[in-house]
């Protein structure tokens, strides 16, 4: 949820300092009245990484250009990583769904701990107000861990109803998605990326209706050595700054 204007108001009143200089001063006024261009409301991105191949990484490297430039334009916000190459994330198993759909109340503690990584990662998730989600396309989809990230963030009560509303409201995502082949719009085999509507989808489920997607095809001309990793970077570098803006 964004801070209201009294809030924000309250923030900067706050923090103000009696002895600051005239310069501080028209810079505290500008960011109340709003009149500067960047954002400098108290922001967080939480920023998804999924692939496993660290520096040779082609989503990776978008999704940090993509948060240098979300800091340059939000100079007061926190960034929360959440590298799923790296947190080992479980399936859902039994204890996971016992604990998501019974009470608290009755979770015995191998309950208890299954469904707190669920917990953890939903408070993590409504606690911020944009969500970058940098993956490589496998088989046509979402990477293996991806989905398990998902399958730990869609629980019924928690991030949606019964009714199909969703509960995680008021936030925007990215999503950065490379592929060795191309599959942008009215190319041939645009319409084999299921990564794209399902992504989309399970994120409209749960509340996040305003989805920006930036697919960064033709990967391969990193692997073959036509370009390199900067080079295919630089060709999407207009729509990472439009996604930040
Ligand atoms: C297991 C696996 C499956 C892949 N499946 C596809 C695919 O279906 N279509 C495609 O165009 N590229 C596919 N690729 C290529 C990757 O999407 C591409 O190399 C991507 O840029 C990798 O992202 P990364 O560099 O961030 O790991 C696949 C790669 C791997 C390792």
Redesign the pocket.
């Known amino acids: 949820m964004r801070p209201s204007g009294a809030r924000i108001r309250s923030i900067f009143t706050s923090f103000s300092n009696p002895r600051q200089s005239r310069q501080q001063r028209a810079m505290s006024r500008r960011l109340l009245s709003g009149s500067s261009r960047k954002n400098v409301l108290m922001t967080t991105l939480l920023a998804i990484q999924?692939?496993?191949?660290g520096g040779?990484?082609?989503?990776?490297?978008l999704t940090s250009d993509f948060i240098e430039k979300w800091k340059a334009q939000h100079p007061g916000g926190t960034v929360v990583p959440r590298d799923l190459a790296t947190t080992h994330l479980p399936f859902v198993d039994l204890p996971w769904i016992g604990g998501a759909f019974t009470p608290p109340e009755q979770h015995a503690p191998e309950v208890k701990a299954a469904i707190k990584v669920s917990d953890d990662l939903v408070s993590e998730l409504k606690a911020s107000d944009h969500i970058v989600i940098?993956?490589?396309?496998?088989?046509?989809n979402v990477?293996a861990i991806l989905k398990a990230y998902i399958d730990h963030i869609v629980r019924l009560g928690v991030t949606f109803t019964m009714n199909y509303e969703g509960l995680v409201q008021g936030k925007r995502a990215t999503i950065i998605l490379?592929?060795?082949?191309d599959?942008s719009p009215g190319t041939p085999y645009a319409s084999?990326n299921q990564a794209e509507p399902y992504l989309r989808q399970i994120l409209g489920f749960i509340g996040i209706t305003d989805v920006n997607v930036i697919l960064?095809?033709r990967?391969?001309a990193?692997?073959t050595g036509e370009k390199t990793l900067n080079e295919f970077a630089e060709q999407f570098s207009g729509q990472l700054q439009s996604a930040v803006a």
């Open positions: 999924v692939s496993p191949r040779y990484s082609t989503s990776r490297k940098g993956t490589p396309l496998y088989n046509f990477p490379t592929s060795g082949s599959f084999f960064a095809g990967s391969l990193v692997d």
